[in-house]
């Protein structure tokens, strides 16, 4: 679901950076954007958005899930303030299309990071993921 979302979103914005170069400004390509605007929220609130909660309660063990979660939600809320701040500046310095290409290589990145990082969670136990978690941690070597 993840993965759907992200190829959603990111398809969305390849999108929305191809119409805003290609089509003569007026209200057809208000309309074109806007619509690719509401898939691309879509895609967003109906996958990315839930995925996103439920996974991060998941990845956490039980004895730090409350602060792990509080980090994250911080991280999250950082990340969504930075992007707001920083989209009129990159509209202003590069243009609709080019921000949105940026935003779609992102995207790409986003997705090759959940298919290679991100573990299946259907059908598994808190439990379980807790202990498939600390497999890979005891994998991992430690640094000096």
């Known amino acids: 679901m993840l993965i759907t979302g992200q190829i959603g979103t990111t398809a969305a914005l390849l999108l929305i ?41 998941e990845i956490f063990p039980l004895k730090i899930r409350g602060l792990g979660m509080g980090a994250s939600a911080f991280v999250l809320w950082t990340v969504n303030f930075l992007v707001g701040f920083g989209f009129p500046q990159l509209l202003a310095a590069i243009g609709l299309s080019n921000t949105f290409f940026v935003f779609a290589v992102l995207g790409v990145g986003a997705i090759a990071f959940a298919a290679k990082y991100i573990p299946e969670t259907k059908d598994k136990s808190l439990e379980d993921l807790e202990h498939h978690f600390k497999q890979l941690a005891a994998k991992q070597p430690v640094a000096a």
Do not use: D, K, N
Not at 24 to 30: D, L, N, Q
Not at 32 to 55: D, E, H, K, R, Y
């Open 17 to 57: 950076g191809f119409f805003s170069l290609v089509l003569p400004e007026g209200t057809a390509r208000g309309f074109v954007i806007l619509a690719l605007t509401v898939t691309f929220l879509a895609f967003q609130q109906g996958a990315i958005s839930p995925v996103t909660w439920l996974m991060l309660s």
